[in-house]
């Protein structure tokens, strides 16, 4: 097992392209020649998802964009998950890339694109459907891990000071690591109409998922999750014996993690608690229509609105110069964190997510702080600007911050530079990278992030259908 920030300086292109057993022409590309597996050595096909290849790579006029479209829109299916038939059921577990390992996050954000696709494609949809029922085991076994081997194998962290167990790879509690499987299966049944998904099993993952949103509000003392590690990196572990910085309970839920595996410096991370309104919601749809159960939908709804009243009565803040906005991170007493991160939920992401609409002006004055010199974590680089991460350090680039201003935007122009940005810092590798050095993108981290590249496969996707002439143009 290797940890995320042990690829934090990995511009070896060479050992990327042997590793995935893909052709060495990676580093000295001139005629684009596909980086995926050979077909043989690929994990999952799907006729839908190699049909959209083929059509989307037509519309597309510049070269090296379509190369990275079909190298990366494919990339989950090619390299990182597993299908099998678990006691009738279809059981997906899907790895990140070069981490050995299922986050609930990554899992989900990882099919996502694929969901448009399912119609047409019944392997594809039970695909899907196996990583629903998988996610729903994994929130069985514990509800505040974040990822987890396949199986009881044990794991690099586990004498983290938390309650690991062996089916745990890392238990850092995250929010959004309980929304992204409402998230996927909330949408696989409106675009399946499916409901086997939602059997007993996902019922009591449901029922879980809101106990531990309550736990975590912190109401009544601070609930049974703690960690600590012993690191050198101060945002690895967590302060106050490993319950985190104070909290007033004002309705929030607590994260003491952000979706970027750091430690939150202020335990309300609000776009997290903007996505669990939205997640709870939908499990009140889903317990309304499918279970039939009207008390643990009125519950799902009750604890949403208390959220989301607590949103707009703590979240809401001044910057001194920008005017009021959305707060990254609050701690109920008036303390504020004004820093964006890359991971989604991120401010930039809220509409993304479907908590407010891309007008919000709030909204809009947060993703002007965001984008802006007065973000710590922003960087212009020689090939176009970026938010960076602590995570990664200073002036390293996340392109996940550059696709996701491109899917919230309705500005052409400004998806048009974000494309660009996008084509022109692969690292020559044909790939989208976990973050690269500002002015020199041979330098990046996480040479096989299968997130990032479905994530670029889903904004020219969305970019073909809506805006199909910016395909047209040459980005060089």
């Known amino acids: 097992m290797v940890a995320r920030r042990d690829f934090l300086k990995n511009g070896a292109l060479l050992a990327g392209a042997v590793s995935l057993g893909l052709p060495k022409t990676v580093l000295g590309w001139d005629g684009y020649t596909s980086q995926r597996p050979p077909m043989a050595q690929r994990k999952f096909t799907s006729d839908a998802v190699e049909k959209t290849i083929v059509a989307v790579k037509k519309q597309i006029a510049d070269n090296k964009l379509a190369w990275m479209f079909e190298n990366c829109f494919p990339n989950t299916l090619d390299t990182t998950v597993n299908y099998k038939v678990v006691d009738g059921k279809p059981d997906t577990f899907v790895i990140t890339g070069d981490i050995n390992a299922m986050w609930l996050r990554d899992s989900s954000a990882q099919v996502w694109p694929y969901l448009a696709l399912v119609k047409d494609d019944q392997k594809l949809q039970q695909l899907i459907a ?90 009544e003392g601070k609930g049974p999750y703690k960690f600590q590690r012993v690191t050198a990196w101060q945002s690895d572990t967590v302060p106050n014996s490993g319950y985190g910085s104070p909290m007033l309970p004002v309705g929030l839920i607590v994260s003491i993690f952000r979706p970027s595996d750091d430690a939150t410096v202020f335990p309300f991370l609000i776009p997290s608690n903007m996505f669990a309104v939205v997640s709870l919601r939908q499990l009140a749809e889903i317990s309304e229509n499918v279970y039939k159960d009207a008390a643990f939908a009125k519950e799902c709804t009750a604890l949403a609105d208390e959220v989301d009243r607590a949103i707009k009565a703590y979240a809401i803040v001044e910057h001194p110069k920008l005017g009021n906005m959305y707060g990254f991170e609050v701690d109920g007493y008036g303390n504020r964190l004004f820093i964006d991160d890359t991971n989604v939920p991120s401010l930039l992401s809220i509409p993304y997510l479907g908590y407010t609409t891309a007008d919000d002006p709030l909204y809009q004055a947060s993703r002007h702080f965001v984008w802006s010199t007065f973000h710590p974590w922003f960087y212009q680089g020689k090939f176009g600007d970026g938010v960076g991460s602590p995570h990664t350090g200073e002036n390293y680039i996340w392109p996940m911050s550059i696709i996701m201003k491109a899917l919230t935007s309705h500005d052409k122009e400004e998806i048009a530079a974000c494309i660009k940005t996008l084509r022109n810092t692969d690292g020559n590798t044909g790939f989208i990278h976990e973050s690269y050095q500002k002015d020199d993108p041979t330098k990046f981290t996480r040479k096989w992030f299968a997130w990032a590249n479905t994530l670029f496969g889903e904004l020219i996707l969305k970019v073909s259908n809506e805006y199909p002439e910016l395909l047209k143009r040459q980005y060089a």
């Open 130 to 219: 196996g990583v629903i029922h998988r996610q729903a085991k994994c929130i069985l076994i514990d509800p505040y891990a974040n990822a987890f081997n396949d199986g009881p194998t044990g794991s690099e962290w586990e004498k983290d000071l938390t309650d690991m167990k062996p089916e745990l790879h890392e238990r850092k509690w995250e929010i959004d690591s309980l929304c992204y499987p409402v998230r996927l299966a909330y949408h696989y049944w409106k675009n399946t109409n499916d409901t086997k998904v939602f059997d007993d099993q996902y019922k009591k993952a449901a029922h879980l998922i809101v106990k531990t949103f309550k736990e975590q509000q912190r109401k």
